[in-house]
């Protein structure tokens, strides 16, 4: 194999060290001192890789491999660079030091391919920060929400485009950098599993056929706050009260469907927050995924009703809902599914073809052109945790997998 173990693992084990803030886990939150840290090394070792290396509107850092017809779109690889509060320091580090690999393969062997390769790390994938995800290849593609990069807060209250400011990008410019229809000729992301199988299964490689559909909103149910000894449970408009049952509703459905539609709310805030103060404020996520987009339809109807009822029971209590993020699911392109097929193969790599129930940019991507995934195992099937590990080995394997594939593909 041309692809190196200890290259990759230097590689993570030194992005790991930018970190955001001290605490459990990795937290390396997109636009922060510790952002631009990773970034700049991702950018120095493009450029050791023989790259050219820009920076665009949203902060990705693109290092091209020019081919010998550069007036062909490039084939592009990559991942993302942030982390949720307290993850692992392989979700969407792998994928983008696999690409990075590659492209020290293509420069080791001296190979100037025919058509442009283009390794890429990716900001703002999370979505914790802003409440809500993907942003980075949204931005890119055209697909945000109206005003977003305004409306979308950070804890702080700052916006995204007051966030992209201080890290000295322009958002003004996100629009005419946006890529098109026919620009790259292919995406192609590594991400480890974030799930069980692989690892259960024995398996080294994963093939992604699919990714499930995802939406992500957040509800705020206003109502009267009052003292929580002195008020009859008859006599209140209780928010919280409200949320728990629209949750319940919510996760009762999902289950009930039976179809791998799952139901998460991951992020709850009260107000005033105090015990003994029944919050006449209460703003929640839910995160709800599925392989039928009908399914998270269903669950979001259970969750209404649920609402409706606590509105008709208690006078005082109001509710909205917003949608942060919509993700249609999307299916991988047949031929580059069955290239990275024979390469691992050829490799030996014991494997198999999979849906992905995490999102991941390569759905974004998905609509403009031709994508492909690989994944590599999770030990215990765990991520968005410190604990999360994935064996560099596989990694290296992985990465090996992805430099065959583009080599084909950039000869094309
Ligand atoms: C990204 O990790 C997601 O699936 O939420
Ligand atoms: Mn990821
Ligand atoms: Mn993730």
Known sequence: MITKTEQIKKDITTIARFQSKKGRGCNRFSYTPAFRQAADYI???????????RENAVGAILGTLQGEQPELAPVVSGSHLDSVPEGGNFDGIAGICAALEAARAFHDAGIRP??????????????????????????????????????????QGQSIAEVLTAYGKNPEKIASEMIHKGDWAAFLELHIEQGPVLDREHLELGIVEAIVGLKYYFVTIKGISNHAGATPM????????????????GADTALTLGDGTVFTTGMIQTHPGAGNIIPDKTVFSIDCRSRNMNSIETVMKAVKASLETSKKQNSGLSYTIEERLHADPVEMDQSLQSLLETQTQLLHIPYKRMCSGAGHDTMVFNHLMPTAMIFVPSRDGRSHVPEEWTDYRYIQQGAEVLYQTLRHLTAQ
Do not use: W
Request: glycine fraction near 8%; charge should be negative.
């Open 234 to 249: 008859t006599m209140r408009a209780d928010t919280v009260l409200a949320m728990a049952n629209a949750v319940s509703a």
């Open 43 to 53: 950018a120095e070792e493009m450029k050791k890789a023989g790259l050219t290396v």
């Open 114 to 155: 025919r058509r442009s390769f283009c390794c890429i790390a990716i900001p703002e994938e999370e979505g914790p920060q802003f409440g809500s995800g993907l942003f980075g290849s949204r931005a890119m593609c055209g697909q945000l929400y109206d005003d977003e990069i305004h409306r979308f807060r950070n804890a």
